[in-house]
């Protein structure tokens, strides 16, 4: 049974700091990786997705990467903001079209 | 372009009633997924739907239902509420759902009191 780990679980840094969210899975046979934002109350922004057969893919100030053999993937947020404070779920896609999630990291950047 | 509608976004409900939630893909779209996010929980899988029909389903009761008609809209059904099915009920829709990532709606937020 596939099963998402998140790592920190909540994670405070003032503004400007380059951070790592690190997410693991115990299954390396998916489809892609997907890393989504959540703000409170809210749905979820997807920000980056990686597919099985691809290592990284960057969007602005985001960096994910995937090693598939290991079951990691990081997220890297360059020079952090205040608007970047919300909740970053990683989720797998396995054979059956069915997304698992991490329980994500509560993030916090700190003017 | 539009994204993924759901509605409606919020609903109180009593023990024992019923209640549908509709999903609105972003056009194009043929596969429809739906979670259920609760705080002890986190997000679970409900069931996937491709051109009408279910691929897959989640470890829910029987009390859940859905379906997606050939527009790919999708609706799902809970029945005989229980204080527990309390939760943001979240919607995506792909391409095909293998190939491409999801996107997601802003959700419903059920309440049952």
């Known amino acids: 049974k596939q099963e998402v780990t998140q790592i920190p679980a909540a994670l405070s840094v003032p503004e400007g700091e380059n951070l790592v969210l690190n997410c693991s899975f115990t299954d390396s046979a998916i489809y892609n990786l997907q890393w989504f934002r959540q703000d409170p109350g809210k749905g979820l922004t997807s920000l980056l997705l990686?597919?099985?057969?691809?290592r990284e893919q960057t969007s602005g100030r985001l960096n994910a990467s995937l090693d598939k053999s290991s079951g990691r993937s990081t997220l890297y947020i360059a020079a952090s903001q205040p608007g970047d404070s919300a909740t970053y779920l990683c989720?797998?896609?396995?054979?059956?079209?069915?997304?698992?999630f991490g329980s994500g990291t509560r993030l916090l950047v700190r003017p | 372009k539009a994204g993924v509608t759901q509605t409606p976004r919020y609903l109180i409900k009593t023990r024992g009633q019923q209640v549908t939630l509709s999903c609105s893909p972003i056009s194009g779209h043929r596969s429809v997924s739906w979670y259920q996010q609760t705080p002890g929980q986190g997000l679970q899988f409900l069931f996937e739907?491709?051109?009408?029909?279910?691929?897959n389903k989640g470890n829910f009761p029987g009390r859940f239902s859905g379906r997606q008609f050939s527009n790919s809209r999708s609706e799902m059904n809970v029945s005989t509420l229980e204080l527990g099915d309390s939760a943001l009920y979240l919607c995506a829709s792909s391409f095909t759902g293998s190939d491409y990532g999801y996107t997601f709606g802003s959700g419903t937020r059920l309440t049952v009191v």
């Open positions: 989720a797998v896609m396995d054979s059956s079209y069915k997304l698992i």
């Open positions: 739907y491709f051109s009408e029909t279910q691929r």
């Open positions: 990686i597919q099985s057969s691809q």
